[in-house]
């Protein structure tokens, strides 16, 4: 079997990325209409708390900035969409 090269094994995580927040969309709606057929509780927070605290995380990275960096642009956006 041939070696991969970075650019395949990168196109590959690349990919996967992709697919993977295409299933994060789809769980999100998920655990939306799930909160709204129980009614929203606390354990419902939690759960998006946790996601948001590591997509702010994994943001971070990608940018190479610290996470209040994240936060300043997610607040941006939230104006935005008002």
């Known amino acids: 079997m041939a070696k991969r090269t970075a650019n395949e094994a990168y ?3 690349r990919g996967d990325i992709e697919g993977l927040l295409d299933l994060l969309r789809e769980e999100v709606t998920h655990a939306a209409e799930h909160a709204r057929n129980d009614g929203v509780n606390w354990a419902h927070v939690g759960s998006m708390a946790h996601v948001r605290e590591g997509l702010v995380e994994t943001l971070a990275f990608l940018a190479r900035q ?3 960096f994240i936060e ?3 607040a941006a956006v939230r104006r935005g969409r008002k």
């Open 66 to 68: 610290d996470e209040a």
């Open 11 to 13: 196109q590959r995580n």
């Open 72 to 74: 300043k642009r997610l």
